[in-house]
């Protein structure tokens, strides 16, 4: 089951519950701000998952990633291929 985007664990994170948050794939605003750019990014390029993207993994999620204070060093990269090829087994 695809949980976000750029491949974060919403089901691990601190932030659910306590905001209400449904994950990404299911809100249209995030609960901390306006907008996310990987969100906007892979929703206006109509994809579930940045792991289905021809630029996986672009700058921008590898920014996200191993960004110094909210990055979890690639995991979520990780996990969107993880995403990715879960797909493409049970299509083959």
């Given at each position: 089951?695809i949980?976000s985007?750029?491949?974060?664990?919403?089901?691990?994170?601190?932030?659910?519950?306590?905001?209400?948050c449904?994950?990404?794939?299911?809100?249209?605003?995030?609960?901390?701000?306006?907008?996310?750019?990987?969100?906007?990014?892979?929703?206006a390029?109509?994809l579930?998952?940045?792991?289905?993207c021809?630029?996986?993994?672009?700058?921008?999620?590898?920014?996200f990633?191993?960004?110094?204070d909210?990055?979890?060093?690639?995991k979520?990269i990780?996990q969107?291929?993880?995403?990715?090829?879960?797909?493409?087994?049970?299509?083959?």
């Amino acid at each position: 089951m695809i949980e976000s985007r750029c491949g974060l664990l919403c089901s691990a994170c601190n932030y659910r519950e306590p905001m209400g948050c449904k994950g990404c794939t299911a809100i249209e605003k995030p609960f901390w701000g306006d907008a996310c750019p990987v969100k906007s990014c892979c929703e206006a390029k109509e994809l579930e998952h940045c792991g289905t993207c021809g630029e996986f993994p672009c700058a921008l999620l590898t920014g996200f990633a191993y960004d110094p204070d909210q990055g979890d060093d690639g995991k979520r990269i990780e996990q969107c291929r993880c995403w990715r090829d879960a797909e493409k087994e049970a299509v083959s």
